[in-house]
């Protein structure tokens, strides 16, 4: 079974930075393309980033600030995420599925492999 864990969230400033992480069990992540999502209170969900064999995309909102990973001896994927903003306050979450890379902004959550229950990022002074 697929399966994805976050973690990393938490607290802090308005320019400061987090790195958040991305555990995953029942697949290889070398083999797979992953996505962070956001949403924020009230917002529609955001794809922000992705990873794949060939592949890294970043949405206009986060270029040049956050930065994405794969650790493939760890089963994992991070997010580096500088210079934070207040507007970067929202829930974080990791997600698979085929193809991911070229269709982030698009996908419907049905259509994904699987997804994490999300880490939380508040950016607040």
């Known amino acids: 079974q697929m399966q994805l864990e976050e973690s990393g969230g938490g607290l802090v400033q308005p320019g400061g930075s987090l790195t958040l992480s991305c555990a995953a069990s029942?697949?290889?992540?070398?083999?797979?393309?992953i996505a962070w999502y956001r949403q924020a209170p009230g917002k529609e969900r955001e794809g922000i980033s992705c990873?794949?064999?060939?592949?890294?995309y970043y949405s206009d909102s986060v270029k040049g600030r956050f930065t994405i990973s794969s650790d493939n001896a760890k089963n994992k994927m991070s997010l580096q995420m500088n210079s934070l903003k207040p507007e970067n306050t929202a829930t974080y979450f990791c997600?698979?599925?085929?193809?991911?890379?070229?269709?982030?902004?698009?996908?419907?959550?049905?259509?994904?492999?699987?997804w994490g229950q999300g880490t939380t990022v508040t950016v607040s002074p």
């Open positions: 997600a698979t599925g085929p193809g991911l890379c070229t269709r982030v902004a698009t996908v419907p959550m049905d259509a994904l492999d699987a």
């Open positions: 029942g697949f290889t992540v070398d083999d797979f393309s």
């Open positions: 990873i794949g064999r060939t592949s890294i």
